[in-house]
């Protein structure tokens, strides 16, 4: 079945640090990536995604490429902020969509000033 | 999401009590999910549905009962509240051409 691989965390960063988040799959056909990010006591929201290979999603000043040769959608920012401190899924969907997503199981990221 | 409430927001129960969690969306989008969210278990899907009166069981959907009578609605009820049901409660609606899901704020759920 498919499913999703996130790096363990927690992970601590200084402000201004460069950010990896690594996200594998494993998928049959072609999935839709996703990141979401949940801050403290929230839902979770949609960071990005990205639909087929080499897409490259962005936004907030992240950004994840769809890499179909090595099956990962890394999650990546140049200099993080304490506000980017909360947790990170990464998530696919089958390419039917007629099942839900499939969710790695969160990495929780703490910025420090 | 403003598009999705959940109701109530903090719920403390006993156990053996029923005990429902009302997920309303304010637009129509077919599909509807209810997850439970623990530490160190990531989000655990307990049941979905694809449309009214359609709904299948997620990984966890023992002890609770959904249904879909309306499209815009999607309660979730726990028979007979457990402690092991102590947790926090998203409901999500799925939307977009590419299968994203959009969670409500959540329901932190306490059964003593």
């Known amino acids: 079945g498919n499913s999703v691989t996130q790096m363990e965390g927690p992970v601590t960063l200084s402000e201004e640090a460069f950010l990896t988040i690594n996200c594998t799959y494993t998928?049959?056909?072609?999935?839709?990536l996703f990141w979401y990010v949940q801050y403290p006591g929230e839902g979770l929201q949609l960071l990005l995604k990205a639909t087929k290979a080499d897409d490259k999603g962005s936004n907030k000043g992240f950004e994840a490429t769809y890499r179909k040769e090595t099956t990962s959608f890394h999650l990546e920012k140049g200099s993080v902020q304490v506000s980017d401190s909360a947790v990170y899924f990464c998530a696919l969907s089958e390419s039917s969509g007629n099942t839900p997503l499939v969710f790695g199981k969160g990495t929780r990221l703490s910025v420090i000033a | 999401d403003a598009g999705i409430t959940q109701s109530p927001r903090y719920k403390i129960t006993e156990t053996g009590r029923q005990v429902t969690l009302m997920c309303h969306q304010t637009?129509?989008?077919?599909?509807m999910f209810w997850y439970r969210q623990d530490l160190g278990h990531g989000l655990r899907l307990i049941y979905y549905?694809?449309?009214?009166?359609?709904?299948d069981k997620g990984e966890v959907s023992d002890g609770y009962v959904v249904s879909r009578s309306k499209t815009e609605n999607f309660p979730l009820t726990l028979e007979s509240a457990t402690r092991s049901q102590t947790s926090v409660y998203f409901c999500?609606?799925?939307?977009?051409?590419?299968?994203?899901?959009?969670f409500g704020p959540g329901t932190r759920l306490t059964v003593t």
């Open positions: 549905s694809a449309a009214a009166d359609i709904t």
């Open positions: 999500a609606i799925r939307g977009g051409s590419t299968y994203e899901q959009y």
């Open positions: 998928a049959t056909g072609y999935p839709s």
């Open positions: 637009w129509s989008h077919s599909y």
